[in-house]
T-cell receptor
């Protein structure tokens, strides 16, 4: 059972456009929601993260929107660039002592020049 | 600034062979993890170690064993490789807050 559901599986955006990736979760024990970015041949790297007591967090062109009541969160990439082409994973960390990281299935983003 | 180092980067095994994937981190992190990445499945946790001397099963532990050799090193062993274990394997570590995991560059394993 996938605890964090991510969509779409793939996304193609023109340069300068807005990329939007959505995630939903069921486990109310999750208390931290990071997004990871992965380039081909590399390991994932933390991009941006949010806590559930905040509805939005912005870092440069990247924004997380969080809806606690709907148990949904999304990543918005403004002014998308070809260099943003990568696979993006949403994730969630549980509040237990193990604080395990649970990943969504990933979104392959392609930004066309 | 090595971070998390995995060896080897690529490996081809025959069904039934065994091998150990090595991982070392130089960030003095307590927690270390092994994930596998398969298309459309995201990253799934195989085993983790919250501290030196402890290991616990993750979501997909069957067919694998781990050893936390010391604080720096966490190895993953496949005793009898199966084609279903063809995947990209990532080692990761995190500090006391466990809010950010640092990943190695991965090991691409093919079992034929």
């Amino acid at each position: 059972q996938q605890q964090v559901k991510q969509s779409p599986q793939s996304l193609i955006v023109q340069k300068g456009g807005i990329s939007i990736i959505n995630c939903a979760y069921e486990n109310t024990a999750f208390d931290y929601f990071p997004w990871y970015q992965q380039f081909p041949g590399k390991g994932p790297a933390l991009l941006i993260a949010i806590r559930p007591d905040v509805s939005e967090k912005k870092e440069g062109r990247f924004t997380i929107s969080f809806n606690k009541s709907a148990k949904q969160f999304s990543l918005h990439i403004m002014d998308s660039q070809p260099g943003d082409s990568a696979t993006y994973f949403c994730a969630a960390i549980d509040s237990g002592s193990a604080r395990q990281l649970t990943f969504g299935s990933g979104t392959q983003l392609t930004v066309l020049p | 600034n090595a971070g998390v180092t995995q060896t080897p980067k690529f490996q081809v095994l025959k069904t039934g062979q065994s091998m150990t994937l090595q991982c070392a981190q130089d960030m003095n992190h307590n927690s270390m993890y092994w994930y596998r990445q398969d298309p459309g499945m995201g990253l799934r946790l195989i085993y983790y170690s919250a501290s030196e001397g402890t290991t616990d099963k993750g979501e997909v532990p069957n067919g694998y064993n781990v050893s936390r050799l010391n604080k720096r090193e966490f190895s993953l062993r496949l005793e009898s490789a199966a084609p279903s274990q063809t995947s990209v394997y990532f080692c990761a570590s995190s500090g006391w807050a466990k809010t950010e995991a640092f990943f190695g560059q991965g090991t691409r394993l093919t079992v034929v």
